[in-house]
DNA sequence: CTCCCGATAT
DNA sequence: ATATCAGGAG
């Protein structure tokens, strides 16, 4: 495929950038990440870690306390509540360990497909099309997709991208999408792809 | 569709 | 000073 193709001159080792030791470690991670950026969630889940070592600890953690702890990552009341709630639920209907389907890791609190595809990949090397706003952005400004349906590009991702690229190509959209097809202001003219992209042959029509 | 919230780019 | 960024639940 040739965006992936290209794209991995640029970003050889494409891989997620959340810190984690442990795989629910990645899941609560990946739960703080919810709008917000891995380089914050990245400096608050160390200490984090430290301070609750097991499930049990966060199962346990008093509310108010992890929302402190929490809190530069914003959401933090939604995200205290759903890290705290799907600890417990981890640990009593799954003895602690995380499952291992899309379907069962979306009852858990905070965890949509978003998430759930970010385990799969990472925990349980399953290809899988993360679909997060990076993705979506360049997708649409590509062309892969017209849509800001996270789900449908999800679903029209997985024909366009071989199934073997699928964790690849999502994380060079990550990648790809901070360091040059960024929301603000992207670097349309250093774009190594823009030869393919619908949204720079639009713009120098102008 | 609205609400949840802090950090950072502008 | 404020618009913008970044997913999920109800």
Redesign the pocket.
């Known amino acids: 495929m040739y965006v992936v193709e290209k794209l991995l001159k640029l970003y050889p080792d494409p891989k997620c950038t959340l810190k984690y030791n442990k795989p629910y470690e990645l899941l609560i991670a ?2 703080l ?5 891995d ?2 969630v990245n ?1 608050i889940t160390p200490k984090l870690f430290k301070k609750y070592p097991s499930l049990e600890h966060i199962a346990n953690a008093d509310l108010e306390e992890l ?1 402190e702890d929490i ?10 509540k ?1 890290i705290k709630e799907t600890a417990k639920l981890l640990l009593e209907k799954y003895n602690g360990m995380l499952p291992d389907n899309i379907e069962e890791l ?1 009852t ?9 595809n970010v385990v799969m990949a990472n925990i349980y090397g399953v290809p899988s099309v993360i679909v ?3 993705c ?2 360049l997708s649409n400004r590509i062309g892969f997709v017209s849509s800001k349906d ?1 789900d449908k590009i999800e679903i029209e991702l997985r024909k366009i991208v071989p199934r073997d690229m699928y964790t690849v190509f999502s994380n060079l959209m990550v990648y790809h ?2 360091a040059v097809c ?4 992207p670097k349309c003219n250093e774009c190594v792809i823009n030869n393919v992209c619908d949204f720079y042959s639009s713009q120098s029509d102008l």
Do not use: C, W
């Open positions: 990946t739960i990440a919810a709008q917000s950026t380089e914050r400096k929302e809190k530069s990552v914003g959401f933090y009341k939604n995200k205290a759903n979306t858990l609190k905070g965890v949509g497909r978003k998430t759930a997060d706003t990076h979506m952005r996270p999408g901070r960024k929301a603000r202001k």
